[in-house]
């Protein structure tokens, strides 16, 4: 086992650890820096796979702006944060079986798949994949209309959660 391999068990076992820790922390807070650091795994896996610029991408959009931005929305609207009664559903384990029986149908499906075994193709010398990224986010032909969506519903969280917080006398 290469030094690459076991770095990638272990930052898969982390990332796993951490986003289990995103959905059954009882904290609100702790529940999204649980969820930094899931993000922040999986950036290294990107890291890992050689595509840095998606590393960086997923650390300054999601959380850089994302996982902050939820941040400060439940520390602007919280109001009272007391236990008001039971927290878990009396159904989890239906969830749970859902769940399981889905990861071992997937499980099934696709363990006879031939795109396991096989490796992606050489990538040419003068491909510049970070231009044709940028002309496809910018272009009007391109994602320029979704990509401006996003940052106005961005925008409109950010709005609203200062208007929530805002005490009204």
Known sequence: MTGEQLLFLIVGAVTL????????SRNLIHAALWLVATLFGVAIVYTLLNA????????????????????????????????????????????????????????FLLQGWSGFSKTAAAIPSGYDAIGQLGDALTSPAGYVLPFEVASVLLLAALVGAVYLAFNKK
């Open 17 to 24: 650890l951490s986003g289990l820790m995103v959905v059954t």
């Open 52 to 107: 840095g610029f998606i590393a960086v991408v997923q650390v300054v959009v999601y959380i850089g702006a994302i996982a902050i931005l939820f941040i400060f929305a439940v520390m602007l609207t919280r109001k009272e944060m007391r236990d008001q009664g039971a927290q878990a559903n009396s159904n989890w384990w239906a969830g749970a079986l859902v769940a399981a029986g889905t990861f071992a149908g997937l499980f």
